[in-house]
C-alpha cells in the first residue's frame, strides 16, 4: 500500500471564522472520530477523551460558559468583542473538544499522555481535512479556562483541553501561508 504524501504536503487549515456551520452527516462524524483515535498511545491507556459539540449545544455552551467568562475576565469589554465571543462555537458545524486525561503509571511519564492527546487532535483534524472540510485546531482563551475545563468533564489540577478541533464547511479555498524553511530546521545526524 502506498500513501500519498500529497496530502500532507499541502494540507492547509481553514480558519474557523472562514467556515459555514452547514450540518455534517453522522457517517463523517463517526469516520472522524475512528481516524482520531488511532493514535500513538504507550501502555494503552488512552489518556484522552473527545467531547462532541453539534447543533444547540454549540450556542449553549457559547452562551453559558464562553460569553459570561469572558465577561468576567474582561469587564470593559467592547460590543464588537462581546459578539465575537457568543458565537465562538457556532462557526462550526462540530466542534471536537480533546480532553488530556492523564493516568497514574509507574512506568509511562505523564508527557508521553499530554502527547498521545496531541494526536488526537491531528488525527482529528487531519481526517476531516481529507474528507474536503474546513477545519482548525484552536486551543483560545477558553481552552485554559476552569469553567469550560470542568463543563466538559474534566478534573481541575489534572486534566487539560488540548484544543478544540472546529470542523465545517469552506467558505473559500485557504491561502498558502509562510511556511518554515526546511534547511533551517532538519538535519541529519
Known amino acids: 500500500m502506498s500513501v500519498d504524501s500529497r496530502f500532507f504536503a499541502k494540507r492547509r487549515s481553514v480558519l474557523a471564522k472562514k467556515m459555514s456551520s452547514l450540518e455534517i452527516p453522522s457517517n463523517h462524524i463517526k469516520e472522524i472520530l475512528n481516524a482520531g483515535i488511532r493514535v500513538p498511545d504507550h501502555g494503552a491507556l488512552t489518556p484522552w477523551k473527545i467531547k462532541v459539540i453539534v447543533g444547540e449545544k454549540l450556542k449553549k455552551i457559547d452562551e453559558e460558559i464562553i460569553l459570561p467568562e469572558f465577561k468576567k475576565e474582561n469587564p470593559d469589554a467592547n460590543e464588537i468583542s462581546l459578539d465575537i465571543e457568543s458565537k465562538r462555537l457556532q462557526r462550526a458545524s462540530v466542534v471536537f473538544a480533546v480532553l488530556s486525561t492523564p493516568v497514574d503509571h509507574p512506568k509511562i511519564p505523564k508527557w508521553e499522555m499530554r502527547l498521545s492527546s496531541g494526536a488526537v487532535c491531528m488525527n482529528i483534524l487531519s481526517c476531516a481535512q481529507s474528507l474536503g472540510y474546513a477545519a482548525q485546531w484552536l ?22 483541553i488540548s484544543g478544540f478541533i472546529y470542523v465545517g464547511h469552506k467558505k473559500e479555498e485557504p491561502k498558502e501561508r509562510k511556511r518554515p524553511e526546511p534547511a533551517d530546521i532538519i538535519s541529519y545526524i
Do not use: P, Q, S
Open 139 to 160: 486551543t483560545e482563551w477558553y481552552a485554559y479556562n476552569y469553567k469550560m475545563l470542568e463543563y466538559l468533564g474534566g478534573k481541575k489540577n489534572l486534566d487539560r
